[in-house]
C-alpha cells in the first residue's frame, strides 16, 4: 500500500485496553486498591465488568454498589489513589503490546491524523502509553474524564484536534477502533466508523453483533485493516 499525503480531514481514535494493549490486569488492580485505600474494602469491583466503560463511570458505579457517597471530594480522593497504584502496577511483567498495534501505528501516521478515543483518565492513558512505548503515537484525544458517557466523547476529540490544527473532522470521516460493544456505540451514536478488534473480553461474533463496519481477530494484518480505513474515508461505506 502506497503511503498517500496525509488526509487531514479524518481522525482515527484508538481505544486503549483490549485493543491497543494488555496491561496484565494493572488497572482493575489499582482501581480496587484505591477503594481498599479509602474504605477498607477489598476486591470492591469484583461485580463490575469494566470492559468499555470509562473510569469516571466505574468509581461511581463502584461507590453506588457499596452504598457509599459519591461526591466530588471522594471521587477526587479515589482518583489521587488510583492514578498511584497504577503508577506502580503497569511494570508488571504480563503488560505488553497487543499484535500489530506497532507495525499500523507507524505506517498510518503519514496518512492519518491518529488520536485516542478511551474510557482512561488523562493521566491514567498516560502513564499506560508511556510505559509500553506508545506514547509519541498520538495527538491528543478524549478521555474518560472528558465526560463518563463513552458516547459523548467523539465530539471532544473532533473540537481537540480542530483547536490543535484548523481542521474540522466530520464525524462520518472519523473511524474508532476498539475491543468492545461501547467502542462500537461510540462511533455509530456520531455516524463514524466502527473498527472492532477481537483482542479484548468480546468475541468477533459479539462484536459483529453489536453493529461494528468491520471486525478483526487482532491488528496483525496491517494491510487489510489500512485498506478498509482507505476505502472508508474515501468513499464514506
Known sequence: MKNDKINSSALILFDIDGTLIDAGGAGRRSLDYAFYDLFGIRDALKDIRMAGMTDLRILKDGLKLHGLNGGVTVIDELRSRYLYHLQ???GNPNARVKPGVVELLRRMLPMYPVGLLTGNLNRGAAIKLSALGLSDYFAGGAYGDDNEDRELLLPIAVTR???KT???AAYKDCVIIGDTPKDVDAAKAHGACALAV????????????????????????????????????????
Open 88 to 90: 506502580r502496577e503497569i
Open 161 to 163: 484536534f480542530y483547536e
Open 166 to 168: 484548523g481542521v474540522r
Open 198 to 237: 477481537a483482542t479484548g473480553g468480546y468475541s468477533y461474533g459479539e462484536l459483529a453483533r453489536a453493529g461494528a463496519d468491520a471486525v478483526f481477530e487482532n491488528l496483525g494484518d496491517t494491510d487489510t485493516v489500512l485498506e478498509f480505513i482507505r476505502h472508508r474515508i474515501d468513499t464514506g461505506e
